[in-house]
């Protein structure tokens, strides 16, 4: 394919640590490693340089911003040097917009900026529910202000995608007909290399026996992730020789510490290796969230062969089909989470399990295969 020009838009961004973000910086890297041209457009939610191409040769804006909600809703600022920014953008030649989520007011500058400058311009639905803040007045009052701001979007912006079948489900409740799935995916060769390196050995260092069994949750520490229920299915499961590792940080870090025990371990935020190796050490990988539309936790999971459980609420039952390949709950309560960890302490399911969902991953859930389908979409 000759080379083409992407430019990616998403209101967080790195060094935030976040499924959005993480699937632009994925995306972004593939891209240019089949030869293309990407700029990030994000929000300055750090103070980092406005402008900058980072040691990818990701090209990145960094738009000013007002830290709404401590960042997770960044509220676009246009002062003198939003407008700079601003045009030098709109002096840039791109082939295709890619707007990341579908709710925030800079996904809506980017829509304005695509029409205004005739780029063809794509959304991807990232969710399979509301945004939450854990608060039931201000969910509603976040879910009206997401309404309002899609109604706006899809005046500017006509095609969407999701990035799973589920998330595209989603989308019908905004009055969105989704194209088809732009799946969440992983890096293999990056996955595979920080396997071999193995930057700490988890085991060793909390001294944790090969016949014990080794729980991992990783992701951020909030309600809607599950933690709570997870942390008392832990608690009920008759298992002596089980520890819990908790990888992430979050509102919900010191009461899940005041509820735990011995045999529960938090590392707060640690980097990709360091996920590898824990995952690599790891027997199950457990998040009974509420709402995921791809999950990257797990498909780092099922890439470095951990027994996934997980819940029936987004994208992860398109890789996980069955048993067969994993355990998808119909709930995320602690009961249904207690009986799925007791089924997967049988060795022998497991591994059966994890290779199945391995060969299903690789065959689906892989960036080549989703930088593949972006590249079509302007073919």
């Not at 040097?81 to 002096?91: A, C, M, P, V």
Request: aromatic fraction near 10%; glycine fraction near 6%.
């Amino acid at each position: 394919m000759m080379k083409k020009s992407f430019c990616l838009f998403c209101a967080n961004y790195l060094p935030n640590i976040g499924g959005v973000e993480r699937y632009v910086h994925n995306l972004a890297k593939q891209l240019i490693l089949r030869g293309h041209d990407v700029t990030v457009v994000t929000s300055n939610v750090f103070g980092l340089l406005p402008h900058e191409i980072d040691e990818n040769g990701i090209e990145i804006f960094r738009l000013p911003c007002h830290n709404f909600m401590k960042g997770r809703y960044p509220i676009l600022k246009r002062d003198a040097e939003f407008e700079k920014l601003d045009k030098l953008l709109s002096q840039k030649h791109f082939d295709l917009v890619v707007i990341n989520a579908r709710f925030y007011i800079h996904s809506l500058y980017a829509a304005i900026f695509a029409q205004k400058n005739k780029i063809r311009c794509i959304t991807i639905e990232h969710g399979s529910t509301h945004l939450s803040v854990d608060n039931k007045v201000l969910d509603f009052f976040v879910a009206q202000v997401e309404h309002f701001v899609t109604m706006l979007l899809k005046r500017k912006c006509d095609e969407y995608y999701a990035v799973s079948k589920a998330a595209g489900k989603w989308s019908e409740h905004f009055g969105i007909k989704s194209k088809g799935a732009l799946y969440n995916a992983v890096d293999i060769n990056a996955i595979e290399a920080a396997r071999e390196k193995k930057v700490f050995d988890y085991r060793k260092e909390y001294g944790i026996k090969d016949t014990d069994i080794v729980i991992t949750f990783t992701g951020r520490l909030l309600k809607i992730k599950g933690v709570y229920e997870l942390l008392d299915a832990f608690k009920r499961l008759n298992c002596q020789n089980a520890y819990l590792f908790y990888a992430g940080d979050g509102p919900e870090m010191e009461q899940l510490k005041s509820n735990a025990d011995d045999r529960v371990v938090f590392l707060g935020q640690i980097d990709f290796e360091h996920i590898v190796s824990l995952l690599d050490a790891s027997d199950i990988y457990c998040m009974p969230s509420v709402s995921e539309g791809m999950s990257t936790s797990v498909l780092e999971a099922v890439a470095t062969n951990t027994f996934v459980i997980t819940t029936y609420n987004g994208g992860a039952r398109e890789l996980i089909k069955s048993e067969d390949y994993g355990i998808i709950t119909k709930a995320n309560t602690a009961d249904q989470t207690k009986q799925a960890l007791e089924r997967a302490l049988d060795k022998e399911y497991r591994d059966s399990a994890v290779k199945k969902a391995y060969v299903e991953l690789l065959d689906g859930f892989t960036w080549q295969r989703t930088a593949e389908k972006i590249e079509s979409l302007i073919n």
